[in-house]
């Protein structure tokens, strides 16, 4: 009887009229945000280096089906992209741009895990989920083509949505720098702060340990607590400009791309909901709308779960022993946002049993300089080139072969120590979601400063 | 008590919690990273590009010397030129980029590996060879690999017949007095692009974040000169001790696949390259020392430098320990070049983890997002 109530009660709140102004606002931001984004990422030749050069891609575990498009197709694909994001900031036929968007920009990342980013797996997620919303309700060429798209309201969980996604993101990287590196060391940031001490006016400022420290509690003080800073409108003002100050000194001082920037505008999303009504008055005579509704059980349903797997899927990491900046199983899709410096040294030592012949494959022979960096310091990846090596022997003629590895990795700071058990014939491990047997434990001293 | 100032106190300690491990170490935060710059641009890179302008020039000489007059002492003259020049190209070459780069500095002196065949081929062609014309032939058809050929590849009785009554001998003169001008004039070159005066690429590094117009920070400046330092050891160890040791061949010795074959100079050659790489990270050059990477990786972790240091000299002395020339080395004393290469391996992965993790460089050259 309480549950049923609960349930009522939940579904008046999610049906209740809001205004539509901020997901229109947020809708225009970010079509333009991602505009940006494609044109800067092809300026940059980083499709031809990232996706088109390599010679091997690591797709990631279960998707390994998901084809590579050749160059003109990875070109087009990335001009669908633009097309769409042009699409999807003026409103016109809003919600299948936003899908075409999400669905060309997902095929590119699944194809190469090395090329893995916190930011791109949000823009999938958060281009898919607004797809599923009345974005067209206000500032779209839709409302105007079909005015029965138009609404000067919309029920409250649609506003729910991008909220909760974003509140995700912020959590899960605040719970991810709750750790001894990160609070009692200041590590990374106290290395990379150093490294940018020539930051013109606050560069000496950046170089003292004070800076570090004061720096990494407060980012994790900003992570763990925005979101709801956000959503109360006694601390709004102060949280977003917050928002501001934080992604702004993170976009200067660190190569994060487009990332503040996303965020500084869908965070606007916390707002009243009809704060651009204060810059674009509604009209004056009111529309003729059908009343706001909770959403479609199947879509409530499908959005309960996906949320539900979404809270779930960053704990995995405390499935697997050790340090997942170590191990990284459970590192992606968890929200580890600026939270690992780590250099490694990878080299595959091959051996064939039945001839005896020994041979030494760098990474650099068969990867991109890109991509043998990211390898070097990351298990999985390391496993997948060790198959790559061994795949590469036998359509040599030299089937069988054994691939062990001397990988060396250092985590913040931490003198170099063997990151894969050099024992191991990774020719014979399979990529599967169990802890990895062979990688050895993440180092627990102290860094050797 | 007043509560309202026991809260204030509250939040103020609170405030403060995150800096009280700070206040609890000793601060080196005043390394000056363009002071470091500057003195390896200005003792070491700047001093060692005028060194490998003024052996070319020298080289140059000997050998049109040599083409000129055909003689055994002017032979000798020229061979003992080309060995005196490799030792202050080597040690340049362990910084590859800049000028070294942009002016393809070892395309036009020191391609490797070396093509005795392209050479051959050169000779046997009909085009007239000239210090110009020189700089359309391949890159394993000029610079010191084919002088080295020239002067090296027979025993002296014969590298005066071929020069003197061979089919080809006034190609071979031709060639050699040639490569030797085409290479003194783009060594000199390299000395002017670093030279303050002139190109001021060491300005460019030392103002780097500050104004120099090819490093808009200073940490790009630092990624750089680390990652030529891995560079560095790394090309010696895979491509000057792997390679003739067969680590990619299945194991099987390849002889002919060392560096300067012909003069046996390999392994003069190598060691001059790793001093280059040890003058970088200590910015000492001979008589001259200054601030070098080692300072900078002092300032942040001593412990981490002593094993800098300690690789380093392992990986001197175990190339040292090879006996003979590394040709006959790789067949009769493999274990001898192996425990080398496994010495070189372990500076190298040193420079590239511990002390790319501890100064936060990034490993190669990418301009790709992170996060």
């Known amino acids: ?449 | 008590m007043n509560p309202l100032l026991s809260r204030r106190r509250l939040l103020a300690a609170l405030a403060l919690l995150p800096l009280a491990p700070a206040c609890s170490e000793t601060p080196a935060d005043t390394f000056d990273r363009n002071a470091m710059l500057a003195a390896l641009a200005d003792n070491v890179c700047a001093p060692l590009a005028r060194a490998v302008a003024d052996s070319q020039r020298a080289l140059s000489l000997a050998a049109a010397a040599f083409a000129d007059a055909p003689a055994a002492a002017t032979l000798t003259a020229a061979r003992t030129a080309w060995r005196d020049a490799r030792r202050p190209l080597k040690r340049a070459s362990a910084f590859a980029a800049g000028p070294m780069e942009t002016l393809r500095v070892r395309s036009a002196i020191d391609w490797f590996p070396s093509d005795d065949a392209a050479v051959e081929r050169a000779l046997a062609g009909s085009e007239p060879i000239t210090a110009a014309s020189v700089d359309t032939l391949g890159a394993n058809q000029r610079g010191m690999p084919a002088m080295e050929y020239l002067l090296f590849a027979a025993d002296e009785p014969a590298t005066l017949a071929a020069f003197t009554a061979g089919p080809t001998a006034a190609r071979r003169r031709d060639l050699l007095r040639a490569a030797g001008a085409y290479a003194a004039t783009r060594a000199g070159e390299l000395a002017a692009a670093w030279d303050r005066a002139m190109g001021d690429y060491a300005g460019q590094l030392a103002r780097a974040g500050r104004g120099s117009a090819v490093f808009p920070t200073t940490r790009a400046a630092v990624d750089l000169v680390v990652n030529q330092l891995i560079g560095a050891v790394d090309s010696a160890a895979a491509m000057r001790l792997g390679a003739p040791l067969g680590a990619s061949d299945g194991g099987a010795p390849q002889p002919d696949a060392v560096e300067s074959p012909f003069s046996d100079a390999s392994l003069t050659d190598l060691r001059a390259l790793l001093e280059g790489v040890d003058a970088l990270y200590t910015g000492a050059l001979d008589a001259h020392a200054g601030l070098g990477v080692r300072d900078l990786v002092r300032s942040r972790s001593p412990a981490v430098d002593a094993v800098v240091r300690t690789r380093t000299d392992a990986a001197l002395a175990a190339v040292a320990a090879i006996p003979g020339t590394l040709r006959e080395a790789v067949v009769r004393e493999p274990a001898r070049v192996l425990a080398a290469l496994e010495a070189v391996r372990a500076w190298k992965r040193t420079i590239q983890v511990d002390v790319a993790n501890l100064l936060g460089v990034t490993v190669t050259f990418t301009d790709a997002d992170g996060d």
């Open chain 1, 1 to 449: 009887m309480e549950t049923e109530r609960l349930v009522a009660a939940l579904r008046a709140r999610a049906a209740a009229p809001v205004s539509s102004a901020s997901l229109g606002a947020l809708r225009v931001v970010y079509g333009a945000t991602l505009l940006a984004a494609v044109v800067r990422f092809a300026s940059r030749g980083w499709i031809d280096a990232l996706y088109v050069r390599p010679a091997h891609l690591f797709p990631y575990w279960g998707f390994t089906w998901v084809p590579r498009p050749g160059a003109t197709w990875l070109y087009a694909l990335f001009a669908t992209m633009g097309a769409a994001a042009v699409a999807v900031a003026l409103g016109w036929r809003a919600r299948a741009a936003l899908a075409v968007f999400a669905l060309c920009f997902t095929w590119v990342e699944l194809l190469d895990r090395t090329s893995y980013l916190n930011h791109y797996y949000f823009v999938s997620l958060f281009t898919a989920l607004l797809a599923l919303l009345p974005v067209s309700a206000r500032y779209a060429l839709d409302a105007r083509r079909d005015p029965s798209l138009a609404r000067d309201t919309i029920p409250a969980w649609t506003l729910w949505v991008p909220r909760a996604q974003l509140a995700l993101v912020y959590l899960f990287a605040g719970v991810a720098k709750l750790k001894g590196d990160w609070l009692l060391r200041a590590e990374p940031l106290r290395t990379w702060l150093l490294a940018r001490s020539d930051t013109p006016l606050v560069g000496p400022l950046l170089a003292t340990r004070e800076a570090a420290y004061a720096m990494s509690w407060a980012g994790a003080a900003f992570d763990l607590t925005i979101p709801w800073l956000l959503l109360s409108r006694r601390t709004r003002v102060p949280a977003y400009l917050a928002v501001l100050g934080f992604h702004a000194a993170t976009g200067m001082l660190f190569n994060i791309g487009m990332f503040p920037w996303v965020m500084v505008g869908a965070t606007t999303v916390f707002f009243d909901p009809a704060w651009p009504e204060r810059f674009f008055p509604p009209r004056a005579e009111r529309r003729d709308e059908p009343a706001p509704a909770p959403p479609a059980r199947a879509l409530a349903v499908g959005l309960a779960a996906y949320f539900a797997l979404q809270a779930l899927l960053p704990l995995r990491m405390y499935l697997y022993p050790g340090d997942p900046c170590w191990t990284e199983q459970g590192f992606r899709f968890a929200w580890h946002v600026m939270v690992m410096e780590k250099a490694g040294d990878v080299r595959f030592r091959v051996s064939d049993p039945r001839s005896g012949r020994r041979w030494s494959v760098e990474p650099g022979e068969f990867l991109t300089a890109t991509q043998a960096r990211v390898v070097a310091g990351t298990p999985d990846l390391i496993l997948t080139a060790a198959h790559m090596v061994r795949d590469d022997f036998a359509r040599r003629g030299v089937p069988g072969v054994r691939v062990y590895v001397d990988a060396w990795a250092s985590l913040h700071g931490r003198p170099a120590r063997r990151l894969v058990d050099p024992r191991v014939d990774l020719a014979r491990e399979e990529d599967t979601l169990r802890p990895y047997r062979w990688v050895y434990p993440d180092p627990a001293t102290a860094p050797a400063y």
